[in-house]
């Protein structure tokens, strides 16, 4: 069964510290992986997405890892900002002959950048 | 940047009502997905349209039922509402390339949040 996990379930950094949020995943034939962000109650917004021939993305104080391997990828955050604060969410696309195209999300982890 | 439109964004009805979803995707997405978020859960998948043909199927109830129209936007039906079906419901569009490998970045709407009373 494919299944994707985040750890940890909830995070609490000082401002200003840099840190990773953590997602695997079962079975190493993704298509690519996105990483969301999400406000409560709010709408999801696209931060990186990684095809699966690539190992790495960068945008601004984001950088998004993928290790097909083992499973994982990783979110760093540099240099945080109480702005930061929300739920970050993984998800992955299966590439199974071309007809699946959905996501699979983590359950998230809950960020909150202490001012 | 034009994004993802949905309407209504907000919706409440009574048990067993019927209620209509729309999804407006991004100019030229090819394709459109319907995900459900329940309180305190993570999206689950629905359904999803490619080029107005139903190409994907996820864990949507036999009450609902989904199309796609010749100007791409999407409709999902849910008919014999339950209180379970409460929840914020996602539609994201993308663009899948023909011929040759594409990036398929999914791009979420807003949400049309449903409260099942």
């Known amino acids: 069964k494919q299944e994707v996990t985040q750890i940890p379930a909830a995070l609490s950094v000082p401002e200003g510290e840099n840190l990773v949020l953590n997602c695997s995943f079962t079975d190493s034939a993704i298509y690519n992986l996105q990483w969301f962000r999400q406000d409560p109650g709010k709408g999801l917004t696209s931060l990186l997405l990684i095809q699966s021939s690539q190992r790495e993305q960068t945008s601004g104080r984001l950088n998004a890892s993928l290790d097909k391997s083992s499973g994982r990828s990783t979110l760093y955050i540099a240099a945080s900002q109480p702005g930061d604060s929300a739920t970050y969410l993984c998800?992955?696309?299966?590439?199974?002959?071309?007809?699946?195209?959905?996501?699979?999300f983590g359950t998230g982890t809950l960020l909150a950048v202490q001012p | 940047a034009a994004g993802v439109i949905q309407s209504p964004r907000h919706l409440i009805k009574e048990k067993r009502e019927t209620a209509t979803l729309k999804c407006y995707p991004i100019?030229?997405?090819?394709?459109v997905y319907w995900y459900q978020q329940g309180p305190g859960q993570d999206p689950q998948f629905l359904i999803s349209f490619y080029e107005k043909m139903q190409s994907d199927k996820g864990s949507i109830p036999d009450r609902f039922s989904a199309q796609q129209f010749s100007d791409y936007h999407s409709e999902l039906n849910m008919s014999s509402l339950e209180l379970g079906d409460s929840a914020l419901y996602f539609c994201?569009?993308?663009?899948?390339?023909?011929?040759?490998?594409?990036?398929?970045?999914?791009?979420f709407g807003p949400g049309t949040r449903l409260t099942v009373l």
């Open positions: 994201a569009s993308s663009l899948r390339a023909s011929g040759r490998r594409s990036y398929n970045e999914q791009f």
């Open positions: 998800a992955v696309r299966w590439n199974y002959g071309g007809a699946t195209n959905k996501l699979i």
């Open positions: 100019p030229r997405h090819d394709t």
